[in-house]
């Protein structure tokens, strides 16, 4: 079964970098692009951008840009979000999501667990 | 960048009762909407592709219409489990968008 594991929560001070993983499984991991999302405690969803796993493009939200990096391992079939110059309202849970897309329609199908970064002094 | 905005933002239903959640986007989206169910500390589960399309093992009180730029959630017959924030989403164009949420409660 498609499965998205994501590394454990984290806590980091203003203007570090943290960098999430997201482990996936259970399909082709080059076949479909991994979405990133943001959730800001007690708010909505926030889209951060994606990365195409197999050529390794990416394309961000123009609010995260120069400040987040996806990159992706193929041989280990994961991917990261990178966000630096963390400031305390990036505190957030962080989703990858897998994108299924058929005939040009897309939708994100499965997400990983979550993971907290929380930015404090 | 489409602005989806759902309503209500909070309904407290009683089992049973039938649930209605908006959502309207700012432009046409054609069918490229879909609904999520999340659940306090919980990653949002897909309910509802494509506007319409349950997904897979979905239970088939949850149902999706719509199209253009009006979109409709409905759960039939409210159990004690579907409380949760409901978020719709569309994938039409980049950057892709949420609905602020509506909360369900259970009377």
């Known amino acids: 079964q498609v499965q998205l594991v994501q590394s454990g929560a984290e806590v980091k001070k203003p203007g570090a970098s943290v960098k999430v993983s997201c482990k996936t499984s259970?399909?082709?991991?080059?076949?479909?692009?991994i979405h990133w999302v943001r959730q800001a405690p007690g708010q909505g969803l926030e889209w951060m951008g994606w990365i195409n796993p197999n050529s390794g493009g990416t394309n961000y939200a123009q609010k995260f840009q120069g400040r987040v990096t996806m990159t992706r391992d193929t041989s280990l079939s994961t991917a990261y979000m990178e966000l630096s110059r963390l400031r305390s309202d990036d505190t957030a849970v962080f989703y990858c999501?897998?994108?299924?897309?058929?005939?040009?329609?897309?939708?994100?199908?499965?997400w990983g667990q979550g993971t907290l970064v929380t930015v404090s002094s | 960048e489409i602005v989806l905005t759902q309503s209500p933002d909070f309904q407290s239903v009683t089992p049973k009762e039938k649930v209605t959640i908006a959502c309207r986007a700012s432009q046409s989206i054609g069918n490229s909407l879909h609904w999520y169910q999340q659940k306090p500390g919980q990653s949002p589960k897909l309910l509802i592709k494509?506007?319409?399309q349950s997904f897979s093992g979905v239970p088939s009180r949850f149902s999706g219409s719509g199209s253009g730029t009006d979109f409709t959630l409905t759960i039939n017959s409210l159990e004690a489990e579907d409380a949760a924030t409901y978020y719709c989403h569309q994938s039409s164009d980049l950057p892709f968008t949420f609905g602020g949420g509506t909360k369900v409660e259970i009377k």
């Open positions: 999501a897998r994108i299924y897309c058929n005939e040009g329609l897309c939708y994100l199908d499965y």
């Open positions: 494509y506007a319409s």
């Open positions: 259970g399909y082709t991991f080059t076949a479909h692009y």
